[in-house]
Every structure is written in C-alpha cells, then in structure tokens.
C-alpha cells in the first residue's frame, strides 16, 4: 500500500516544525528505520503508532539527535539536529519512554536547572509551582529522584517540559507509568501547545491517545512508513466505517505485516 505522507514528500516543507527526509538507520545487518520521510507543521501534533519493533523509539532518537543516522536528515524549525543542535535542542522538549531525570536532584532543582539552562523569564517560580501541584509532585517536591517512583519520575520530565513551553514536542509513549490525573495534564498540555502554534510527535500504543491529541497518523512496520494520513484518509485507506476506530483501522491496515 503506498504511504500518504502527512505532508507531501519531496522538497523540504518551509516553516515546519519537524522535517524528516529518508532516514534511514541500520544495527549491524538489521535496518531499524529504511527511508522514512514525514513532516509536522506547527499547531499540528502527528501520531506515531506500529507494533513492537516498528523503529518508533528509533526514529524519535534519531530525531532529537540521541542517534545518528546512516543517512538522510532531521530538522527542528528548520535546523539541522546534527549541523545545528543547539537552537534544534532549545525548541525543542523531549519526554523518554523511560525516564531519566538526574538521581540526585530532587523535582525543584530539576526545574531550577531548565530555568537557569534556558534563561527563562523572572517569574518562573511562581509556575513551576503550579505545574508542581497539577502534576501532584509538591509533596516530592524536595525528594530525591531515585527515590521516587517510575510515573513520578516521569512527570520530573514532563515538569520540565512544560515550564519552557516549548514550540516542538517529542513524545515517546508518555502516558507510561502515568495515572489519570497525571494523563489529563499532559493532554491537556499537548492540546494547549498545539493551539499555541506548537509542532509535535507523540508516539504511543495507547491508540486513545493519539486519536484524542492527534490531527494526522504515520504508521510504521519494519522501520518503514506503511501509511499516513488523517484519521478519515485512513479510514478511507482501510475500507473502514466513518466513525470506525483507530484500533480498528490500525489493525486492518497492519494485518499480515
């Protein structure tokens, strides 16, 4: 089936958010990503969705400059991750589908670190407070990292996150680990960032995520795009009922891959 990208393949797209043209990543003999090609505009937030061993956790690394690429190229806002990371990595936040926030830190001086590495405006305090507090960390908020636990290590890195606003996300499986209120803050979050002109990917087997934070989907199997496209195209795609469910067009459209 050929792959509808979600926005045209070929020439750069001007004033994307994130721009990924033929990427291609190999482990030894074993080819985790082969040409894959997609772009994000800003205000708009793309589903990454594949079974097991598809290349999303890959493809996320490769793109936030985590992973170098055999071939092809990244670009956040125009910048090249790897020719020009520094104003690629300041537009950019990225959550880890296993979090690492520093051992030793407690959650306050994590957001007084991105404060300070991001030179933010006077008055941050006041707000990470209350991301804080929505997050339900202000009674760990002086513990150590390593003491706390994986969801509460994972809203260390979404704290962060959201303190800067960032005008990229880079999300790979965030609800993981996540309770519900949690979950609805980072919906929430990802809802508001896109409304904000915000360009982001979120990766996630949780299919009621994306279909819930997403405007387009891109399938992968085998490190290759299989489809993309909005919910309706690929209903469409997949011979589908209007109102059937990503669930249900995911699996059609994988079936036999």
Request: hydrophobic content about 45%; charged content about 20%.
């Amino acid at each position: 089936m050929p792959v509808e990208a979600p926005l045209a393949q070929g020439a750069p797209a001007l004033g994307a958010a994130i721009d990924v043209r033929g990427l291609t990543k190999r482990f030894g003999k074993v080819a985790a990503l082969t040409d894959v090609s997609f772009a994000v505009a800003r205000g708009e937030i793309l589903g990454l969705i594949g079974p097991n061993g598809s290349g999303k956790t890959t493809l996320l690394r490769c793109l936030t400059g985590l992973l170098l690429e055999d071939s092809g190229t990244s670009a956040i806002g125009g910048h090249d991750i790897h020719k020009d990371p520094i104003p690629a990595r300041a537009m950019m936040a990225y959550l880890p589908e296993v979090p690492h926030p520093l051992a030793y830190l407690t959650p306050t001086e994590h957001l007084q670190f991105v404060a300070r590495a991001y030179q933010l405006a006077p008055g941050w305090e006041a707000r990470a407070s209350t991301i804080l507090e929505a997050l339900d960390l202000t009674e760990k908020a002086r513990s150590l990292a390593i003491d706390l636990s994986k969801g509460q290590k994972q809203k260390i890195h979404l704290a962060m996150a959201m303190l800067r606003d960032p005008q990229v996300l880079v999300l790979d499986e965030p609800l993981i680990g996540i309770d519900p209120k949690g979950a609805f803050v980072l919906k929430r979050w990802i809802k508001e960032r896109a409304g904000a002109g915000a360009g982001g990917v979120v990766s996630s087997h949780s299919l009621a995520l994306v279909e819930e934070v997403c405007h387009r989907v891109l399938v992968l199997a085998h490190g290759r795009p299989v489809v993309g496209g909005t919910f309706d195209e690929l209903r469409r795609l997949a011979h589908a009922a209007p109102g059937a469910s990503l669930e249900e067009v995911f699996l059609t459209l994988t079936a036999g891959r």
